[in-house]
Antibody, heavy 113, light 112 residues
Framework: EVQLVESGGGLVQPGRSLKLSCAASGFTFSNYYMAWVRQAPTKGLEWVASITNSGGSTYYRDSVKGRFTISRDNAKSTLYLQMDSLRSEDTATYYC??????WGQGVMVTVSS | DVVLTQTPVSLLISLGGQASISCRSSQSLVHSNGNTYLHWYLQKPGQSPQLLIYQVSNRFSGIPDRFSGSGSGTDFTLKISRVEPEDLGVYYCLQRTHNPWTFGGGTKLELK
């Protein structure tokens, strides 16, 4: 069974950093494209970043480019999202997805002073 | 960026009825490789989104045949026949043909 478990969320002040993790199991992690998608409170879904199976290529939405870094450790079957210079508009539930097919339960990130 | 416009925004359906949701794109979703990367998701209350349909018309694993997708180019439709209580929630379309990937605004399916 495919399982994706996010962690690392919480309350953080504007301008600070946070690193999300997503532990994957139930499939061969290194074979799949991974992505982060977020959902602000009461809003719709928004793709944030993607990474190829090898980690050789990464893609970001413009609003997070230069502030967020997606990465993966295939040996640990774990996906990461390093979020720097956080803004209030980054407040959302962040979902880890396996090629946009399987989704984790999400982790909440609140950026507020 | 590609804009996906979903209509209606909300839908009141009786149990056992049929629902139809439209997703219109601001540009063609046919990829240079010939595939069309338009997918449909359902987000039930308090849950993560779940994939229903991928590449326009292919049902994902475990999705009942009450769900069907169709369309081409810029116009796509999700149909749900014989609506059941577990079908309620917000439906989203997603395009992965063009970067950045974009979602439609969502359609909330509620019981009449």
């Amino acid at each position: 069974e495919v399982q994706l478990v996010e962690s690392g969320g919480g309350l953080v002040q504007p301008g600070r950093s946070l690193k999300l993790s997503c532990a994957a199991s139930g499939f061969t992690f290194s074979n799949y494209y991974m992505a982060w998608v977020r959902q602000a409170p009461t809003k719709g879904l928004e793709w944030v970043a993607s990474i190829t199976n090898s980690g050789g290529s990464t893609y970001y939405r413009d609003s997070v480019k230069g502030r967020f870094t997606i990465s993966r450790d295939n040996a640990k079957s774990t996906l990461y999202l390093q979020m720097d210079s956080l803004r209030s508009e980054d407040t959302a539930t962040y979902y880890c997805t396996r090629d946009m097919s399987y989704w984790g339960q999400g982790v909440m990130v609140t950026v507020s002073s | 960026d590609v804009v996906l416009t979903q209509t209606p925004v909300s839908l009141l359906i009786s149990l056992g009825g049929q629902a139809s949701i439209s997703c219109r794109s601001s540009q063609s979703l046919v990829h240079s490789n010939g595939n069309t990367y338009l997918h449909w998701y359902l987000q039930k209350p308090g849950q993560s989104p779940q994939l229903l349909i991928y590449q326009v018309s292919n049902r994902f694993s475990g999705i009942p045949d009450r769900f069907s997708g169709s369309g081409s180019g810029t116009d796509f439709t999700l149909k749900i026949s014989r609506v059941e209580p577990e079908d309620l929630g917000v439906y989203y379309c997603l395009q992965r043909t063009h970067n950045p990937w974009t979602f439609g605004g969502g359609t909330k399916l509620e019981l009449k």
